[in-house]
């Protein structure tokens, strides 16, 4: 494991895939923290060169079918997972629980692994994300809300209608062919299976950088 601040392996995804749509919501205070994550200096959405162009060829084939892709997190910076690890620690501070963890006690986040010291997002290489309609511009329902903390947010969980699992798999399915590598507990996460830089977290912080030439 090694720590680099070397962007010059990333890419802007809007400038690779002009017809994605970002919702960031570690730049906002929309998240399970309730407030703007350190390192998230603007929003924008970050991947290894080769993560984005594969995502690239998940746009063009769920587009054809009449979705566009939603990305809500790419690459996340050292900084920003330090900063959940503080939130988790700190018991008094439950403002967004209603909405994010409802069913989960603070002191259980780190123990059930939904914050941890390290996520792979500072590698450069996972997104997380969900389809929207074409024609409507709405969210298709996959049952659950992203960066839920219980099992609801499971891929395979029980309490799913037919439509919400058939949509689930249409998002992974898409993302397997591409080489992206689901995760059981969380049904937006992927991480491409050949990432570049499989033992490097990135500390350099998200915002929109020229590209390169």
């Known amino acids: 494991m090694k720590y680099a601040d070397d962007r010059s392996d990333f890419v802007n995804i809007r400038d690779i895939i002009p017809e994605v749509i970002t919702e960031i919501r570690y730049y906002t205070s929309f998240n399970f923290v309730g407030e703007r994550i350190c390192g998230y200096e603007e929003p924008a959405a970050l991947l290894t060169r080769e993560a984005a162009y594969a995502l690239k060829e998940v ?3 769920v587009y054809a079918k009449g979705y566009r ?19 988790a620690e700190d018991p008094g501070d439950i403002r967004m629980k209603d909405i994010f963890y409802p069913d989960t006690e603070k002191r259980e986040i780190i123990p059930l692994g939904y914050v941890s ?4 997002h500072s590698r450069g290489s996972t997104v997380d994300l969900t389809l929207t309609d074409r024609m409507t511009g709405e969210d298709i329902d996959m049952g659950g809300i992203f960066d839920y903390f219980g ?36 049904w937006w996460h992927f991480t491409l299976a050949q990432e570049p830089y499989p033992e490097t977290f990135f500390t350099f912080p998200v915002r929109h950088y020229e590209p390169a030439h």
Do not use: C, T
């Open 59 to 61: 746009s063009d084939e």
């Open 69 to 87: 892709l939603k990305i809500y997190d790419a690459y996340r910076p050292q900084q920003a997972v330090d900063h959940f690890v503080r939130w």
């Open 117 to 120: 010291k390290h996520s792979g």
């Open 151 to 186: 099992e609801r947010s499971h891929y395979a969980y029980a309490g799913l209608s037919e439509r919400q699992k058939r949509n689930r798999k249409l998002l992974r399915d898409a993302m397997e062919r591409h080489g992206f590598v689901p995760l059981a507990e969380e």
